[in-house]
């Protein structure tokens, strides 16, 4: 039986020798993977899904205001066209690299597994080789920090409490990550141990008493200075928050060319364009 430590290596070797190992199914993994796009198509790009405010195991380590404006139904900022491309060419991929799991010889089961944990749903990715994997597309620096194993120390997204709970469903005590950097195409492997964790169940069922006290949690990041310009800028995770002109209605926007910065606080009137109309419903 193949190790998931070796599931990189495998992966590459299929890409570079154009062929999968051997006793493969490649017909049915090739199927898998058809069936798996027409699904993205279908199901996810050309079907309307209710908005649902509930807890899910995806959202669970997710920020509490972030959590506690969702249950209210605050309005949220509308996604734009790029990322909405985003997250359907970040759904491809992982199904992608799943199905080239699958080629290179690894044994891929429990893909889309119901998981439930004191009443809190959601849905894995998959087991590789007997270990609870969650298949991740992220930038170059968000890739860093799976390969450098610094995703304990530094997970504004939340991925250690989503993982730890499909742990949880499965009575596992560890579970990883199988990481593509969308940029450069590298891939890399995370795993951690949950063993000396607080119970993920503790962290759930504060999660739905808070959710439902009227008092706002508090603010989750700092503002963060902008270099030497005495400006003051959101925070990383902030700036990606749906809900960010709640808890900064006089945020403004400006066009850098890396992307729009959010600065709370101006204090220098940035050299670049200012976006009046981010928030406007697009
Ligand atoms: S904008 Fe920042 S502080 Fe406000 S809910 Fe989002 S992450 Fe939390």
């Given amino acids: 039986m193949k190790k998931i430590e070796d599931l990189v290596d495998d992966i590459y070797k299929v890409l570079v020798k154009n062929e999968a190992a051997e006793g493969v199914d490649v017909d049915k993994i090739v199927d898998n993977f058809g069936e798996a796009m027409k699904n993205i198509l279908k199901n996810q790009l050309l079907t309307k899904h209710e908005e649902s405010n509930a807890l899910r195991m995806s959202s669970i380590g997710k920020q509490d205001r972030y959590l506690w404006y969702r249950h209210r139904n605050y309005k949220a900022e509308s996604m734009t066209p790029a990322t909405l491309m985003k997250f359907l060419y970040g759904h491809a991929t992982e199904e992608l690299v799943l199905a080239l799991a699958a080629l290179s010889g690894h044994e891929v089961t429990h893909q889309q597994h119901k998981a439930e944990v004191n009443g809190i749903k959601g849905s894995m990715d998959c087991v590789i080789d007997g270990m609870l994997i969650d298949v991740k597309t992220a930038s170059s620096f968000g890739f860093k ?43 890399c492997t995370h795993f951690e141990n949950f063993k000396y ?30 270099g030497k310009s005495g400006n003051m800028k959101l925070a990383m995770a902030c700036s990606y928050c749906i809900y960010k002109q709640h808890c900064f209605p006089d945020v403004k926007v400006f066009a850098y060319s890396t992307g729009p910065r959010f600065l709370a606080k101006v204090e220098n009137y940035p050299k670049v364009p200012e976006i009046y109309d981010y928030f406007d419903d697009k």
């Fill in 145 to 187: 920090k799976f390969k450098e194993g610094n995703i304990r120390n530094d997970d504004p997204f939340g991925y250690i409490d989503q993982l730890r709970g499909y742990a949880e469903s499965l009575g596992h005590e560890e579970g990883g990550w199988l990481v593509i950097d969308k940029a450069a195409g590298h891939l």
């Fill in 197 to 226: 964790d607080d119970p993920i169940t503790e962290r759930i069922d504060y999660l739905k008493c808070m959710v439902k006290d009227d008092n706002i949690p508090e603010q989750c990041y700092d503002l963060v200075p902008e």
